[in-house]
């Protein structure tokens, strides 16, 4: 499975409470690029002044709940085991390591990197599975806005997933017997079979 470049980005507008997508021209992606690599270098700093003073195993763990550690397979399954984080994906990839962040506000992040890339905070252009603890959560948080080519299709299991066919870069998930709330994001377009085929195989890491 290959991950290419997103010519698109979401964006949080805080005034209207809504998300909008731009392409890598428009101005908004540029100044949100800008803004990322400010974060990025203030967060990093102060995630490394943060753990300093710490163990080298409590130092790894800190960057590892920061999403800048990748970890293989059985680390990251021991790693949220152990920390008891509620986080879904869509299983283990063959070349592939992985990252998490949870805002400590019912949302964990799961993304997945091909050996080998580089993880910053500036490109998160990869494949990612973020969990919504609820429906309060997921309307109080940044996700995807439905479009007018929004597709609403049940899976054999009994979840909804909407997704827009116009883009086919992501799909909204929401299960029948849970009230948590995936959405799994591409870094490019996907067939649509893929998305509902991804879609049964969300489940929480184990």
Same mark, same amino acid.
């Given at each position: 499975?290959? /991950?290419?470049?997103? $010519?698109? /980005?979401?964006?949080?507008?805080?005034?209207?409470? /809504?998300?909008? #997508?731009?392409? #890598?021209?428009?101005?908004?992606?540029?100044?949100?690029?800008?803004?990322?690599?400010?974060?990025?270098?203030?967060? &990093?700093?102060?995630?490394?002044?943060? &753990?300093?003073?710490?163990?080298? =195993?409590?130092? !790894?763990? +800190?960057?590892?709940?920061?999403?800048? !550690?990748?970890? %293989?397979? =059985?680390?990251?399954? $021991?790693?949220?085991?152990?920390? +008891?984080?509620?986080?879904?994906?869509?299983?283990?990839?063959?070349?592939?390591?992985?990252?998490?962040?949870?805002? %400590?506000?019912?949302?964990?992040?799961?993304?997945?990197?091909?050996?080998?890339?580089?993880?910053?905070?500036?490109?998160? =252009?990869?494949?990612? /599975?973020?969990?919504?603890?609820? $429906?309060?959560?997921?309307?109080?948080?940044?996700?995807?806005?439905?479009?007018?080519?929004?597709?609403?299709? !049940?899976?054999?299991?009994?979840?909804?997933?909407?997704? =827009?066919?116009?883009?086919?870069?992501?799909?909204?998930?929401?299960?029948?017997?849970?009230?948590?709330?995936? &959405?799994?994001?591409?870094?490019? %377009? +996907?067939?649509?079979?893929?998305?509902?085929?991804?879609?049964?195989?969300?489940?929480? &890491?184990?």
């Amino acid at each position: 499975m290959s /991950v290419g470049v997103s $010519q698109a /980005v979401l964006y949080f507008d805080e005034e209207k409470r /809504v998300v909008h #997508r731009h392409s #890598r021209n428009h101005s908004h992606f540029k100044w949100h690029l800008g803004l990322d690599a400010l974060l990025t270098s203030i967060v &990093v700093v102060g995630v490394m002044a943060l &753990v300093s003073t710490h163990s080298s =195993s409590s130092r !790894v763990t +800190q960057l590892q709940h920061s999403g800048v !550690v990748a970890m %293989s397979t =059985s680390d990251f399954i $021991q790693h949220v085991k152990e920390y +008891q984080i509620k986080a879904d994906w869509l299983g283990p990839i063959s070349g592939y390591k992985y990252t998490h962040i949870d805002n %400590s506000l019912g949302v964990v992040s799961v993304t997945y990197w091909p050996e080998g890339s580089g993880i910053t905070e500036v490109n998160r =252009s990869a494949l990612t /599975v973020t969990t919504y603890e609820n $429906q309060g959560v997921y309307q109080t948080n940044m996700h995807p806005l439905e479009d007018p080519n929004t597709a609403t299709i !049940v899976s054999s299991s009994g979840a909804t997933v909407k997704f =827009s066919e116009a883009s086919l870069d992501y799909e909204i998930v929401t299960f029948k017997n849970s009230p948590e709330i995936d &959405v799994v994001s591409y870094p490019t %377009s +996907q067939l649509a079979t893929t998305l509902m085929k991804h879609a049964e195989a969300l489940k929480p &890491v184990s």
